[in-house]
């Protein structure tokens, strides 16, 4: 089978060691020749400036980097401010979200919806970034029923998105149907799933209950029965996600989006075992 492209996502460190740690790790990586790497963003922006940071040391190692870039509580004129930065940076590619707002704070801000923010990029910057937006296969946790989730995103591509990465999911048919449907109504642009490695149980499990990921029942049950057994979770969890991967590859996904969780030992396996590597 063909390889498939590859990009990895990391969220910036806390701390001068974190970052030092965070850089070793880049360069393992870059080993997969990845597209490019991304960035997160904290709620409200609250990681901003270490997003940036962590975005120019990509650029400078000599890999395309893209901003995560959420607008909820924004102003017309500090995202117009957050984008001349990024364009004079080198950026070329956006994840835009809505994002979170902080706790505590209200629901001020200019922008609504993620796709608000990419009809603003697009009217602001014409097509000097590339545009990624979120998809949810398993349906956003938030959304009041599944057509109107699908419907955002159709709205989010409409409005000048040019590839989605997926949230993190462990059924390739929820993927594939998702595909489909989106492209039914008109919204074909490229769906890159989002790939979380599985390298440990209980953040896994209460990480996914918040964010609305599925993780199927026999998943669960077999990361229950393993306890503390890292060593048979971290080869259990290889297993599943790389067979995941070729399902996805099976059904025609366009290229794989690494969440790495500034760690690089179970995506590099992964990839080795993919002869991504």
């Known amino acids: 089978m063909a390889a498939l492209p590859v990009s990895i996502e990391f969220f910036p460190p806390k701390t001068p060691e974190g970052a030092e740690k965070l850089r070793a790790v880049r360069q393992q990586l870059y080993g997969l020749k990845p597209q490019f790497c991304s960035v997160t963003y904290g709620a409200g922006g609250s990681t901003q400036q270490g997003t940036f940071d962590t975005v120019g040391a990509i650029l400078a190692e000599g890999v395309d980097a893209a901003s995560h870039f959420s607008c909820i509580g924004a102003t017309k004129a500090t995202v117009r401010e957050e984008l001349a930065t990024l364009k004079a940076m080198g ?3 956006l994840v835009a979200l809505r994002g979170d707002l902080p706790s505590g704070y209200g ?25 990624e937006v979120a998809a949810y296969p398993e349906i956003h946790p938030q959304a009041k029923s599944p057509e109107a ?7 989010k591509v409409n409005a000048g998105a040019d590839s989605a990465i997926t949230q993190y999911f462990y059924s390739s048919d929820a993927y594939a149907r998702f595909v489909d449907e989106a492209a039914r109504l008109g919204a074909d642009v490229p769906v890159v799933p989002g790939i979380m490695p599985i390298t440990g149980s209980t953040q896994l499990l209460r990480f996914s209950d918040a964010c609305g990921a599925e ?3 026999w998943i669960r049950l077999r990361l229950q029965a393993y306890g503390d057994d890292t060593a048979s979770i971290k080869a259990f969890g290889l297993d599943v996600v790389t067979g995941l991967c070729e399902r996805l590859r099976a059904v025609g996904a366009p290229a794989l989006h690494f969440y790495s969780m500034n760690q690089s030992v179970a995506t590099l396996e992964i990839a080795r075992r993919l002869q991504l590597l």
């Open 149 to 155: 989730d699908l419907k955002a995103y159709v709205e």
């Open 107 to 131: 629901s001020g801000g200019e922008f609504h919806y993620a796709s608000d923010l990419v009809a603003f990029i697009r009217e602001e910057t014409g097509h000097d970034f590339h545009i």
């Open 215 to 217: 993780i199927p029942r």
């Open 91 to 93: 950026v070329k590619r």
